[in-house]
């Protein structure tokens, strides 16, 4: 696990789009590849080393198409030589059509989600769920996914919507799939997921397995709570309008995941955390 002491040099990841955000709610969300591009040369202006990239169609909708990703590789690495990271989660496909795309193209880093859940979006005005379904990611996934992933010299993340997601990553440990340093990411506030209180992100710390580095993914504006706790922690820090829409100040929404990333870096710098260079992050993953 974590030293739980904060760190002289952290990492700086922006989640890009998502998908389940739409310009409704925020304007500046992106939605081609060019927009996801641009989007993420301005986090990587700012500060941010990973982009966390999910994939969108033209409408906006979650794609999984493996032309689009390669689009929004080659587009991104003409503008930045920021760290790509494909999503390969979804509610709708199989792993393999999910996840085509982050084995086949190489990114320098992929994510797998190690859990099943409920995952849901409520409304505590309207005390019902506006999207409520099951979020299936079964251990035969996880593993063929880790198999494919170590194959291509992929880098994992591991996103963990609640403890027992920690916990799966013993088993793989034990195939000899998973070695340090691991790169967890604690996704706290979901619906469905494990509650974004400090108490609770304590409780995922103390249980990573050693050798092990996090990130914080608070959602909504928790982010910057979750995100200060996280690096008072040990752990680095992710920003991104997947995640939040909003500066630290709660009302002011964000132009550009630049903006957001502008933000992180003042909050790292608060707290005495330096901002790791690209070669840096590089060297975390080794």
Not at 81 to 88: K, R
Not at 117 to 132: G, L, P, Q, T
Not at 180 to 196: D, E, Q, Y
């Amino acid at each position: 696990m974590t030293n739980h002491q904060i760190r002289k040099k952290a990492i700086l990841s922006c989640a890009i789009t998502g998908v389940l955000a739409t310009r409704k709610q925020c304007p500046s969300i992106p939605y081609t590849p060019e927009e996801i591009a641009l989007e993420t040369k301005r986090a990587y202006d700012a500060g941010a080393t990973i982009a966390h990239i999910h994939a969108r169609e033209p409408d906006g909708s979650a794609s999984w198409r493996p032309e689009v990703f390669a689009e929004i590789k080659e587009r991104v690495e003409k503008l930045s030589p920021i760290l790509i990271n494909f999503s390969t989660g979804g509610v709708t496909g199989t792993i393999q059509d999910r996840a085509e795309s982050a084995v086949k193209l190489k990114p320098y880093m992929a994510a797998v989600n190690m859990g099943t859940m409920n995952y849901a979006i409520w409304s505590k005005k309207e005390k019902k769920f506006h999207m409520s379904g099951i979020f299936e990611n079964p251990f035969q996934d996880i593993q063929w996914l880790l198999e494919n992933l170590r194959a291509q010299g992929v880098v994992p993340e591991l996103e963990c919507f609640d403890a027992g997601h920690i916990c799966n990553a013993d088993y793989f440990i034990e195939m000899g799939l998973l070695k340090a340093p691991m790169h967890f990411s604690l996704i706290m506030g979901v619906c469905g997921g494990i509650k974004g209180t400090r108490r609770c992100l304590e409780n995922q710390v103390s249980i990573l397995p050693e050798g092990s580095e996090f990130q914080v993914i608070g959602i909504g504006r928790d982010q910057w709570q979750l995100g200060r706790w996280g690096l008072e922690l040990g752990g680095h820090l992710r920003v991104g309008l997947e995640d939040n829409f909003y500066l630290p100040d709660g009302t002011t929404m964000a132009t550009s995941n630049g903006d957001l990333c502008t933000a992180g870096v003042a909050l790292m710098k608060e707290l005495g955390v330096t901002p790791m260079t690209l070669e840096e992050t590089k060297a975390a993953f080794k």
